[in-house]
């Protein structure tokens, strides 16, 4: 193994699921639905597999139907006008489009400034790239009970090296949705240091407070944003790997002169039912937000009752703890560790998502993204700690 690669190891979400599988423990680990997207979304896929649609490589850039639906869905949810043709890349999932991205816009030695948690993929691409990271933290803030950017610290982190800022919104592991004040700031930033910004916007449908908006939405961002989308969290279908990219005809060129080296092409029958999925009414939509919204606050409230000190996510279908109040451990590794043996539920350590690792440290995720009673069951598990 490279340097560049050594110091990452296996991605925790492939070991915590394991350890899941090996101990048959409840999986609030790696996040993914229990119960799969509609059942009609489902059906178009296996329409198109069987019509023969997608069976053979797809068109490199995606299949016409997936990238009109995405540019319709962009228009329809922000009012943000993109082309088909030249301005939407379809990717094996965000994860391709992040690695496509930073490979296609790094040069190396450029910093890539990534707000901290970051979602472990961000790390390993970034040194892929040749990149170098520079985390901008956010913290915990006690008045509101959740994680807050800090302007300031964001706007000392760009140097005459700064290629990049590569956005998360709404936040894997904390839930923070970015507010347009911040959104602003940022977008102003960008644009006075003339800076690109990739934007991982997965979880765009699932805010429960305030509402999500597109950084390519606000002045001068439009230009020089790429964002980032996935059918995998929307429509609860993260095994089919449908994700895409939406910018500038210049940037999509440039990631997809990436892309076609990766995976050239990939989920071709799986296009045709994200394309039908992306046409699906708002009731969708307003549904999975509010089955999502009652799962938070059940998991929420089970993790306060069980002595967990919980942030309230506005976002995201993670929750994050502090497990200090429990009295016990205070490294999120090795309760992680421990958990499924001491009552059989499995978590994610926040300290895989950190460069400043005493800020992650006593932190641990939870995925709520599973049925009520899986739920239930799991509190009443870690009630009894
Ligand atoms: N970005 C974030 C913030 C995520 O949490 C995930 C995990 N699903 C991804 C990207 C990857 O998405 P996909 O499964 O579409 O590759
Ligand atoms: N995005 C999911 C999470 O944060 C995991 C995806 C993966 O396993 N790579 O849990």
């Not at 800090?150 to 936040?171: C, F, G, K, M, Q």
């Not at 004040?181 to 003339?194: G, H, N, T, V």
């Not at 969290?233 to 939406?246: D, I, N, P």
């Not at 409230?301 to 919980?310: H, K, P, Q, S, Y």
Request: aromatic letters at 8%.
């Amino acid at each position: 193994l490279n340097r560049r690669l050594a110091e990452f190891g296996t991605t925790i979400f492939a070991e915590m699921s394991a350890l899941a599988v090996r101990t048959g423990s409840i999986n609030l680990g790696q996040g993914f639905p229990d119960t799969d997207g509609p059942e009609e979304i489902r059906e178009a896929a296996v329409r198109a597999l069987r019509a023969g649609h997608g069976n053979q490589y797809p068109p490199g850039p995606g299949i016409p139907e997936l990238r009109t639906a995405i540019a319709d869905h962009q228009q329809r949810r922000y009012g943000l006008a993109y082309d088909p043709d030249s301005e939407v890349l379809v990717t094996a999932g965000a994860t391709e489009a992040i690695a496509a991205a930073l490979l296609a816009l790094v040069e190396p030695g450029d910093e890539v400034i990534a707000l901290e948690p970051y979602y472990d993929s961000y790390a390993a691409c970034i040194a892929m790239a040749g990149g170098t990271r520079v985390p901008v933290t956010l913290h915990p803030d006690a008045d509101s009970g959740t994680y807050r950017l800090d302007l300031d610290e964001l706007r000392a982190a760009v140097t005459s090296r700064t290629r990049l800022i590569l956005l998360n919104t709404p936040h894997n592991p904390t839930g923070t949705v970015l507010t347009r004040e911040e959104l602003a700031a940022i977008a102003a930033l960008a644009c006075e240091r003339d800076l690109l910004v990739v934007t991982d916007e997965v979880y765009e449908h699932l805010v429960f407070e305030g509402t999500h908006l597109p950084v390519a939405g606000f002045p001068g961002m439009r230009e020089r944003t790429v964002t980032i989308g996935s059918a995998g969290k929307t429509f609860s279908f993260t095994g089919w790997k449908v994700g895409w990219v939406t910018a500038a005809p210049e940037l999509v060129a440039a990631v997809r002169s990436a892309k076609q080296f990766l995976t050239y092409v990939s989920a071709g029958p799986f296009q045709y039912a994200v394309a039908e999925a992306l046409r699906l009414p708002d009731s969708y939509f307003d549904g999975l937000r509010a089955d999502l919204r009652a799962k938070r606050d059940l998991l929420s409230a089970g993790l306060t009752e069980a002595g967990f000190e919980v942030y309230r996510p506005a976002g995201t279908y993670f929750v994050t703890t502090d497990i200090r109040p429990l009295g016990g451990e205070t490294d999120g590794f090795a309760f992680c560790r421990a958990l499924p043996e001491r009552c059989g539920v499995v978590a994610i350590p926040n300290a895989v998502f950190y460069d400043h690792q005493e800020a992650g440290r006593s932190k641990v995720r939870f995925a709520f993204c599973k049925r009520e009673d899986v739920l239930r069951e799991a509190v009443a598990r870690l009630k009894g700690l």
